[in-house]
């Protein structure tokens, strides 16, 4: 008997060096919505200006209580993923973020074609994806830039460095 399912499938053998994100904001304290709409709107106006090796960009809702949404974003490869994190005004957004973030929460997962996945969670008050399944560390050392916890040598150092956070 055949199927009446409409079954389909990708070739991704064009994008050998794919990275796909998920990231997502979660309001911690009654004041961070306004942190939280104040983000989305930069991003928005920062993915419409089309970054090199952005392939697509789409928003993503988790949760409404607590307020969790973001976006997934798939990359062509990690030095156009890291460049775009290094460049302006990204880069201040993410310092000021991480010197406070205004009552929300920042996470993000990555996964690589090539092998390697990564994510961070800042100011996530419980753990969620790779988080609840594999326990959480400080992002800290060897574990605080993105591409050193892909196992990847060829991003270079992270887009902050723990002397732009802390004071040792």
């Known amino acids: 008997m055949p199927t009446r399912v409409n079954r389909q499938t990708v070739d991704l053998s064009a994008y050998p060096d794919l990275l796909v994100l998920y990231l997502g904001m979660r309001v911690n304290r009654l004041y961070g919505i306004r942190t939280f ?4 709107r930069k991003i928005s106006e920062s993915v419409a200006g089309k970054p090199d090796g952005l392939l ?3 928003p993503v809702y ?4 607590p307020m969790n ?13 890291l460049a775009f994190a290094r460049s302006e005004p990204h880069r201040q ?3 000021d973020f991480l010197r406070d973030s205004g009552g929300t929460g920042f996470w993000h997962e990555t996964y690589s074609i090539k092998g390697g996945m ?3 969670y800042d100011d996530v008050p419980k753990p969620l994806g790779f988080g609840r399944v594999a326990g959480i560390q400080r992002a800290r ?8 916890r892909l196992g990847r040598s060829e991003g270079g150092s992270p887009v902050l460095s723990e002397t732009d956070l802390y004071e040792s």
């Not at 709409?37 to 989305?40: D, N």
């Not at 949404?69 to 993923?81: I, K």
């Open 69 to 81: 949404m973001g976006m997934r974003q798939y990359w062509r490869d990690l030095p156009s993923l």
């Open 141 to 148: 050392g060897p574990m605080f830039g993105s591409a050193a």
């Open 37 to 40: 709409f104040s983000f989305g």
């Open 93 to 95: 957004w993410w310092l």
């Open 62 to 65: 988790y949760s409404f209580f």
């Open 56 to 58: 697509l960009h789409e």
């Open 118 to 120: 990564e994510a961070v």
